[in-house]
C-alpha cells in the first residue's frame, strides 16, 4: 500500500504542532529540572509501554515492510530499546551528579561545578529502516536529560508511526513527550520549530534541509546521517568467516541498515572467491527469497526500483551480477542478496548510499590503495575491517575517518550503550547512546560560588598594591 496514502496516519496542522510545542514549552518553565525519580519513572513507563505492546510493535514494522521477521526487529528495534533504557537507568543518578571542576588560585576560596541541566523541548526526527529504535532511543536519553519531548516518525512506516502515536498519548502526557505524523511538509514545518535541540536521522540530503531549517532559530543539531561504509578484507583472515559475517551484517533487514556494510574492498586476487563464497553464504542463511519470513521486504516499491535500477546500471556499465534465485521476490518487494563485481566506479551503486542487499566487491592491490579509495569518498558512517595484522588495523584507524569501527565484525560498535554513536563529516555531527546522549541533551552549565571571605572587590579602581599583587603573582615581574 502507498504510505501516503494510508488513512490511518492523521497528520497534524502547522497550527497543532504549534501549540503542542508552546504546551511543552509551558512544561519547561513550570517543571525546570525533573528529579531523578521523575526521569527514572518516564524510562521505566516508556520501557512498559515497549514491553507490554511488543506484539502489536512488531506486528506494525512487519505490516509496513511488507514483511520483516519477527527475530529481526526483536534484535534491531526490541533489544537495543530495553537495554539502552537498563543502561540508562542503572548510571542516570551518577550522570545527574554536579561534577566539581578546578578553580584557579587567583580565584580561591571559591568552588565550580558543572550541572547538567535539561535543554528544554528536544524535537526527534526519525527515519523509516529501524522505526522504533530511532524515535525510542534518542527518547530514552532526552528523557534522561529531563527534556520535554516531540517526536516525528517516518511517514514511510505509517502503521508503527500510528500505534507509536497512541501508545506514547496513553503512556505520557503531550506536555512532556507527544508524536507527530505526517510526509515531508509536516517534516520541514516541525523542523522550523524553534526547538531547543533537534536530533535528526535520516539522509545527508535531508540532513542538509534540517540543519538549514534548525539555522533561523539557532536551534543546534545533532545529525546521524548515512554514507557507504566500507569493508576492508586484508591479506590473510580467514575468507569464508570474513564472508559469513559480511553476509550477516549486510542482509539483515535486507540491508537496509545505516551502518550495514555498503561495499567491500577486497585483495585483486580474491575477489571471484569472495563473491562466491560469500553468495554461498546468503544460500545457506536464506535458502529461499519468496516466501521466506526470515528476508525483509524492501520497504516502498520506489526504493525497490531504486535497487533494482541500480543493478541493471550496474550490468550495462559492464559489471558481473551474482544474486540468488529471486522467482516470485519482486511480488513480496524482495530484492534477492546480489553481490556485484567488475563495477565502474561511475556506477550508482558505487556513488550513492545502498541501503539494500547489493554488495559491490572492489579489487585493491597494497593496503595503501584500499586507504586511498575510502579517502577518495565522504567520510563514511563506520568502517569495518578483517585482519590478523594489528599493524593493518593501525594503517587503517590512524589514516581514515568515519563515525564508528567495528574490527574482524560488523555493525556492533553501534549496539554498545557505552560507546558514542554519530558520523563525521557527510555521514552527520554529534554522537548519542548512554552517557554521550545524556551529555549531548543536557546543557553542561558553569557555576562558580565564591566564598564569603572572597576578595575579589579588592581587584578593582582605583588600582592599588592588592591588583599589583595579583597580577605578578599570575604574570610574573
Ligand atoms: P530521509 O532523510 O528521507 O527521512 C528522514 C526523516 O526526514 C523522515 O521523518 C522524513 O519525513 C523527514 N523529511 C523528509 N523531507 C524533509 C525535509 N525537507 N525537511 C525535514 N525533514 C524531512 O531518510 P529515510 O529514507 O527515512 O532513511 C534512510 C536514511 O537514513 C539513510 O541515508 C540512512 O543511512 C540514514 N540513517 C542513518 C542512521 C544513523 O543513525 N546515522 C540510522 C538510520 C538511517
Redesign the pocket.
Known amino acids: 500500500m502507498n504510505a501516503s496514502l494510508d488513512p490511518a496516519i492523521a497528520t497534524q496542522s502547522k497550527g497543532e504542532m504549534h501549540s503542542l510545542f508552546e504546551q511543552q514549552r509551558a512544561a519547561v518553565a513550570r517543571i525546570g529540572s525533573p528529579s531523578f525519580e521523575q526521569r527514572v519513572a518516564a524510562l521505566d513507563a516508556l520501557a512498559n509501554m515497549v514491553k507490554t505492546h511488543r506484539h502489536e510493535l512488531v506486528q506494525a514494522i512487519s505490516s509496513d515492510f511488507g514483511n520483516r521477521a519477527k527475530e529481526e526487529t526483536e534484535l534491531g528495534e526490541l533489544m537495543p530499546i530495553l537495554n539502552g533504557i537498563k543502561h540508562v537507568r542503572k548510571h542516570l543518578k551518577s550522570w545527574m551528579r554536579p561534577e566539581r571542576r578546578k578553580v584557579g588560585i587567583a580565584f580561591r576560596p571559591a568552588s565550580a561545578q558543572i550541572l547538567y541541566q535539561p535543554l528544554g523541548v528536544v524535537g526527534i ?6 522505526p522504533l529504535t ?1 524515535t525510542l532511543a534518542p527518547l530514552t536519553e532526552a528523557l534522561a536529560a529531563g527534556n520535554c519531548v516531540m517526536v ?5 512506516t505509517p502503521r508503527t508511526a500510528a500505534l507509536l502515536q497512541k501508545l506514547i498519548a496513553a503512556t505520557f502526557s503531550a506536555d512532556q513527550v507527544t508524536v507527530v505524523t505526517g ?2 511538509e509536516i ?2 514545518n516541525f ?1 522550523a520549530l524553534p526547538f531547543d535541540h533537534l536530533l ?7 540532513g542538509k ?2 540543519m538549514a ?1 534548525a539555522a533561523p532559530n539557532l536551534t543546534p543539531v545533532t545529525l ?4 557507504k561504509s566500507p569493508v576492508v578484507l586484508c591479506r590473510g583472515y580467514p575468507l569464508k568467516k570474513a564472508a559469513r559475517i559480511v553476509a550477516i551484517g549486510k542482509f539483515f533487514n535486507a540491508g537496509q541498515t ?1 551502518v550495514a556494510p555498503d561495499y567491500m574492498l577486497v585483495p585483486r586476487e580474491l575477489v571471484d572467491t569472495f563473491a562466491e563464497t560469500i553468495l554461498d553464504v546468503a544460500q545457506e542463511l536464506y535458502p529461499s527469497i519468496a516466501g521466506n519470513r526470515n528476508y525483509t521486504s524492501i520497504v516502498s516499491d520506489q526504493h525497490c526500483n531504486r535497487l533494482m535500477c541500480m543493478i541493471q546500471e550496474a550490468r550495462e556499465r559492464g559489471a558481473t551480477i551474482r544474486q540468488l534465485s529471486g522467482a516470485g521476490a519482486i511480488a513480496e518487494r524482495k530484492i534477492p542478496p546480489t553481490v556485484i563485481t567488475g563495477i565502474s566506479a561511475e556506477s550508482a551503486v558505487m556513488q550513492e ?1 545502498i ?1 539494500g542487499p547489493l554488495l559491490p566487491v572492489i579489487p585493491y592491490d597494497t593496503l595503501d590503495d584500499a586507504i586511498a579509495f575510502i579517502n577518495r569518498r565522504p567520510k563514511p ?1 563506520a568502517l569495518y575491517c578483517f585482519s590478523i595484522r594489528s599493524t593493518d588495523v593501525e594503517s587503517l584507524l590512524a589514516r581514515t575517518r568515519s563515525g564508528g569501527v567495528t574490527i574482524n565484525g560488523t555493525m556492533l560498535h553501534a549496539t554498545q550503550e557505552d560507546l558514542p ?1 554519530g ?1 563525521v563529516g557527510e ?2 555531527m554529534g554522537a548519542y547512546h548512554g552517557r554521550d546522549g545524556f551529555v549531548r541533551l543536557s546543557q553542561a552549565r558553569g557555576v562558580m560560588k565564591l566564598s564569603r571571605f572572597n576578595m575579589s572587590d579588592r581587584i578593582a579602581a582605583p588600582y592599588g598594591r592588592m591588583t599589583r599583587f595579583v597580577v605578578r603573582l599570575m604574570l610574573g615581574k
Not at 516525528?152 to 514511510?156: A, T
Not at 535528526?200 to 535531508?206: C, D, H, I, L, M
Request: aromatic letters at 12%; a negative charge.
Open positions: 526526527l526519525a527515519p523509516w529502516n529501524y530511532l516525528k516518525p517516518s511517514e514511510l510526509g515531508p517534516a520541514a523542523c535528526f536521522t535520516g539522509s545527508t540530503r535531508v534541509h534540517v531549517a546521524e546521517l548515512g554514507g545505516c548510499e541501503f558512517l554513536f558520523g555521514s552527520g
